[in-house]
């Protein structure tokens, strides 16, 4: 079967439509049942993985998935042991890996690692995680699990659990689960929660409705709660209404309700481990979902699936391994079968395997990209600051409240202090572009993290006096960036 991944790299799980996924299952599919078909049809191939960060079941099965196809495997995973430790830069390490062969896997502690090396290498990358970014292919195996035990995502409820903050497999899947019709549960340890940029995308990229729920039956994954507290809350996505099944989760607007599992309603546990090796370790007195066969013991539990991506430290009890609902160890096998689909898929094997196709990589923006110079990424672990002779920052403007830059390769957001009219030469707070009038250019407005960069830039102030004659917007006048959203840069 040809394949529209051929020669594609997959940095996030948006660089996968929804007829790609149900292209790579299908392959997957067939692959379980007729696995000796795909037997040495990647003959002559070379996968590279290249690994930054200690793997166990993303690296192993990338292996094996190639192996069972016939091709080679060359592999980096211990970097102390590479020219990394000399020095050497991520988009030089990925020109050279990328010319011994022909897909490189790659994971790495920086997020936006992954578009860098997929913009320097001569071969399609695919990321196998960056920092606590994204993990698309975990994301596929998760998928894949579900549909397999619940036959179908669409309404299916997902509770994603733990360490949200900085549990990359969790992003990539909070966004699928949302394009698939499945309404998400945000189950957070304290200080863990989902970051507010994953938030902001569901509700406008996924057109997802995000409302707060009592805990409820979910509680029991937090053991006896002391006497007088406060229920807790959580962040309950659903999906907007597009079928009348589809509003069965939703309740009147401005309530408060709890959450509940009905007679027969499917409900999957997706729990994650503290993410130590990022920040990801709580007070001792923190409160974490925690899954044991006591939890398990409430009736509304009986028809859900539990799933992990592994590794648990002390998250999951080894007790509930036997638990027929625990799929999380069939989830690490599946693994094989979905790596196999998505490596036949962007090396072309279904069409022979003779073109080594490679296509440029460029991240899709909906809204206004914006890539000036003078405004850096306000996350320090990001690509573009780590490797800035390699990269320059790219965002797309968005506003929540007042304008801030989406960083295209981490998806962060950056506050924006100020903004300024090349034309004037003149500089304004950010709160006050709606109220310029014309509304400025995309091309001729410049971001700046603080006055004082303006100023350094050559930008004066606009004047005091500038306030009373530009007052408040009237209700219903377009913001700035509506206005100008259509125009071209």
Not at 180 to 193: L, M, Q, T
Not at 289 to 298: D, E, S, V, Y
Not at 425 to 444: C, F, K, Q, T
Request: net charge neutral; hydrophobic share 35%; aromatic share 8%.
């Amino acid at each position: 079967m040809v394949s529209q991944l051929n020669g594609r790299s997959v940095i996030s799980i948006d660089d996968l439509s929804v007829s790609d996924i149900e292209a790579i299952f299908k392959t997957a599919d067939d692959i379980c049942t007729n696995p000796h078909d795909y037997f040495g049809k990647a003959a002559g191939k070379i996968a590279a993985t290249l690994f930054y960060e200690p793997s166990t079941r993303t690296r192993l099965s990338f292996e094996a998935a190639m192996q069972r196809l016939g091709g080679g495997v060359i592999s980096t995973w211990d970097v102390n042991a590479s020219s990394v430790a000399k020095g050497e830069s991520l988009a030089d390490t990925i020109r050279v890996v990328g010319s011994y062969s022909d897909i490189v896997v790659l994971r790495h502690p920086w997020e936006g690692a992954a578009k860098l090396a997929a913009e320097y290498s001569p071969v399609p990358v695919i990321n196998a995680g960056d920092g606590s970014h994204e993990h698309p292919t975990q994301t596929l195996c998760d998928l894949y699990t579900l549909r397999e035990h619940h036959l179908t995502l669409r309404g299916l409820r997902v509770a994603l659990c733990g360490d949200l903050l900085n549990g990359r497999t969790i992003h990539s899947l909070a966004f699928a689960l949302a394009r698939f019709g499945a309404n998400v549960i945000f189950v957070p340890g304290d200080g863990k929660e989902i970051p507010d940029y994953v938030r902001r995308r569901l509700e406008r990229d996924y057109h997802a409705h995000i409302r707060r729920e009592q805990l409820g039956v979910l509680s029991a994954l937090f053991g006896d709660a002391p006497s007088g507290e406060e229920p807790a809350t959580v962040d309950a996505i659903y999906v907007t209404p597009s079928e009348p099944h589809q509003l069965a989760m939703s309740s009147i607007e401005g309530t408060t309700v709890e959450f509940r599992v009905g007679s027969g309603e499917a409900l999957s546990i997706y729990v994650t481990r503290r993410q130590r090796e990022r920040g990801g370790d709580s007070p001792e007195a923190a409160r974490y979902p925690t899954l044991t066969a006591r939890a398990l013991k409430t009736s509304q539990f009986k028809d859900i699936s539990i799933l992990h991506p592994l590794p648990r430290v002390d998250e999951l009890s080894p007790e509930v391994d036997k638990d027929p609902r625990s799929l999380y160890f069939r989830q690490a096998a599946l693994g094989v079968p979905i790596r196999m689909a998505l490596l036949w898929h962007i090396l072309g094997l279904g069409d022979g395997g003779q073109s080594n196709r490679r296509e440029a990589y460029c991240r899709n923006v909906q809204g206004l990209g914006y890539s000036q110079p003078g405004i850096d990424c306000s996350n320090k672990t990001c690509i573009t600051n780590k490797e800035k002779e390699f990269v320059h920052p790219q965002f797309e403007v968005v506003r929540n409240g007042d304008y801030k830059l989406r960083c295209l390769y981490c998806d962060q957001e950056t506050a924006t202090a100020c903004f300024g009219n090349t034309e004037s030469r003149i500089y304004y707070p950010s709160e006050l572009l709606d109220r310029v009038l014309p509304p400025i250019s995309p091309g001729h407005l410049r971001f700046f993290q603080s006055p004082d960069a303006a100023e350094a830039a050559g930008y004066r102030r606009v004047a005091d006096s500038w306030d009373r004659y530009h007052p408040e917007p009237g209700k219903g006048r377009k913001s700035w960036l509506d206005l100008v959203s259509g125009r071209s840069r």
